[in-house]
């Protein structure tokens, strides 16, 4: 059988679907827009194909619930792009040219008596996506799915240590 490659993570399947002559796989197929205006941009924002591939396998379990619940987590994760400091590259997750600027924040927040505000200021965010940075686990190397931690297949931007840091200080922070 004739494998086809889907366009938007990569993934290579014999179910040849197609939407508007672009090949895609079945998870992308399913959550895909009927516009063909919105089709192109859906299809332009390419995602990590390794977080897919964790959705591929939990979407095989049985339960019907818990497939409901995968579907919608799923969809969160095709809708998204990837985080500030990463890019995706043939469908991984590949530290961008700002990475660097990463660690800056974390240590910034770590060790720096600037508040919440003078940092996204600083950084050119909003509050409530540097919180956002400063609590994300594909730092680290790890994808957060289904609630769950699991280990990533991309490289780590940040140490653990330097996480788990920032993580206890937010907390003492009661910062949420
Ligand atoms: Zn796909």
Do not use: W
Not at 32 to 48: A, Q, R, S, W
């Amino acid at each position: 059988m004739k494998k086809t490659k889907c366009i938007k993570c990569a993934h290579e399947s014999e179910e040849n679907l197609e939407k508007f002559r672009v090949p895609l796989c079945n998870v992308c197929y399913r959550f895909c827009p009927n516009d063909e205006d919105k089709f192109k941009e859906y299809v332009h924002e390419k995602l990590d194909g390794e977080v897919l591939k964790t959705f591929r396998k939990f979407s095989e379990i049985g339960n019907p619930q818990k497939k409901a619940m995968i579907n919608k987590a799923s969809e969160g994760i095709i809708m998204s792009r990837p985080a500030f400091g990463y890019k995706l590259v043939n469908g991984q997750l590949t530290p961008a040219q700002n990475f660097r600027e990463i660690e800056e924040i974390f240590e910034e927040f770590l060790t720096k008596k600037i508040s919440l505000t003078q940092l996204a200021k600083k950084h050119n965010l909003s509050v409530n996506g540097l919180k956002k940075i400063l609590k994300n686990f594909t730092y680290i190397g790890k994808v957060k799915f289904n609630n769950q931690i699991h280990d990533g297949k991309h490289n780590p931007i940040i140490s653990s240590t330097l996480f788990n840091h920032v993580q206890n200080k937010l907390e003492r922070l009661g910062i949420r």
